[in-house]
């Protein structure tokens, strides 16, 4: 038996299996990643509707954190949905005081697709701090606005001159097109699928992180990764059945 390759997501919890860390494993495992998990949400939703976030307390997603790195320290970590800037800046230095080296993408949820808000607009500026220890943030279309990613004042090209890249997902653009963009060491990367009109899957943005991750886990280089997690998320759009994608 092969050595297993192990990956941690730390999110919500989606009892419709659609998105959060449901989402996240089965995509992990999709990829023969092992995926362990980190609940930060019981939210109350299914993949039409959402009522409630849920969000746990810091220390109940602490000890969650204690209790999986007591067997060993994850090298590969993914953050999903969190309550503010202040629990995304505790789990990040939790994680990098325990293994520096791991490498951690956040996927900035800013509301659910049917409306629900998490964060104020006067919230985005408290992210930016956090930034510089994370090494890939995949926001959409209307996030990278949210976090002033796409301003003048330069935010992104200071993050993108450290060790922080961006892959800005198409999914929400118009066109004929859907173009994710990446920035990383110094490099512009385009990933580009057509466009699928009408199909609006629950959960594609956690999916596709999520596959991203577990690329990065299997050795493979960023660009590479972000290559190999588009080409799954055209097979999830395209499986399963209304808002539920599935990919066989």
Known sequence: ???????????????????GILADIKAMKDFGVYGCSVCT???????????????LPWEQVRVQLEKLFEVRAYGFVKIGLVKDAEMLRQIVEWIR???????IIWDPIMGATTGYRFFADD???RFFPVFSKIDLITPNQYEYAYLGLGVADSRKELLVGKKTSILL?????????????LWHAGNVYKFTS???PGVDKHGSGCTLSAALLANVALGKSLPEACQAAKHYIEKFLTGGEGRVGWVD
């Open 123 to 125: 919230d985005a500026d």
């Open 169 to 181: 997902k198409g999914g929400h653009a118009e066109g004929e097109d859907s173009t994710d963009t």
């Open 194 to 196: 057509k466009r699928l």
């Open 41 to 55: 949400a019981l939210t109350v939703q299914n993949e039409t509707s959402f009522a409630d976030p849920g969000f």
């Open 1 to 19: 038996m092969s050595k297993m390759t192990y990956a941690m997501t730390v999110a919500g919890f989606d009892g419709s299996g659609g998105a």
């Open 97 to 103: 005081a325990r293994s520096e080296d791991t490498f």
